[in-house]
């Protein structure tokens, strides 16, 4: 950590930058790292080729955060495997990668990956703690709350004690826990209820009541006027059916693949095995993928998970 912190402050203008369609532990540890840096005298930008989703609006930062790529002396990857991921062309200029899966690139050896961390923003947490504390300040703690409490499933995908310790801290440092869930959860736009309407008459549980599925389909972000936002969080609905182990929500993106989330109960398998199959990666109770093809792949796509899931059930 302390190497890493002595590298990074060493560049005057640094460019933080996450996944495509980021979810909130992309946009709070861009906004969170982005913040401390422009506290410590860093020039200091952070981009997200998608920009924010609306419910992430609130977090402090957030409204200055740029969908173009512009010049910097160092470029940090947060909460991403490798730098396609960011959409973005790879830059010619030194690389470093915060994240807390270790699958993926490695650019230098400055990286910290820690798979302990139950949220990119808790590896960020760290990290900033290392450099000064006392520039954890509101607009630094608000964001990596926003990136742990998503990231961990508001606590129910994460075991251990560090995702706790972590909450604790940034309480401490003024973070109110009950107006972040509201904003986040209590807050949802009519679109998302109507596309979940749609999405949950798809939803199917098979392999003896073990595995449960759901399809979000073009047409149905068509239908009630949605993007791509709006669906975020429903794999949790089949994943809450009782007696599932494993849930997935299989959605068309039209960039050309099929989204795809991963869950499992305790006591269920590994998703991120499936989900590593496919080119992705994740977490033991939470994973994701791509899969690339077209709209009328669907069942092929669904089949072809499910293979994979029979697999770890055994």
Known sequence: MKRTVDFVRGFERVVVVSHIRPDGDAVGSVSGLVNF??????????????????????IPGAEGIRTDLPEGQLYI???ASDWERTGFPLPDAPI?????????????????????????????????????????????AVPLYVGLLT????????????AFEDALYLIRRGVNPRKISELI????????????????QTLKVVEGGKVAYMVVRREFFERVNANREHSEGFVEYPL????????????????????VGLRSKDGGPNVAAV??????????????CRIFGDEKDEDRVINALLEEIRKVLK
């Open 37 to 58: 840096l422009r506290k410590r005298g860093v020039e200091a930008e952070g981009v997200l080729k998608h920009g924010v989703p609306e419910i992430f609006s609130f």
């Open 77 to 79: 990857l947060v909460d």
């Open 96 to 140: 470093v990668r915060f994240d807390h899966h270790l699958t993926g690139e490695r650019y230098s050896e400055y990286d910290l990956l820690d798979e302990e961390a139950p949220s990119a923003t808790s590896l960020l947490l760290r990290f900033l703690r290392t450099w000064d504390e006392e520039g954890i300040d509101l607009s630094v």
């Open 151 to 162: 990231d961990t499933g508001s606590f129910k995908n994460r075991e251990g004690e560090r």
């Open 185 to 200: 959860f209590r807050e949802k736009p009519i679109q998302m209820y109507r596309l979940l309407s749609l999405a949950l």
């Open 240 to 259: 809450s059916v009782r007696g599932v182990l494993v849930a997935m929500k299989v959605e068309w993106d039209p960039e050309g693949y099929w989204k």
């Open 275 to 288: 989900a590593e199959k496919f080119g992705g990666g994740g977490h033991y109770f939470s994973a994701g």
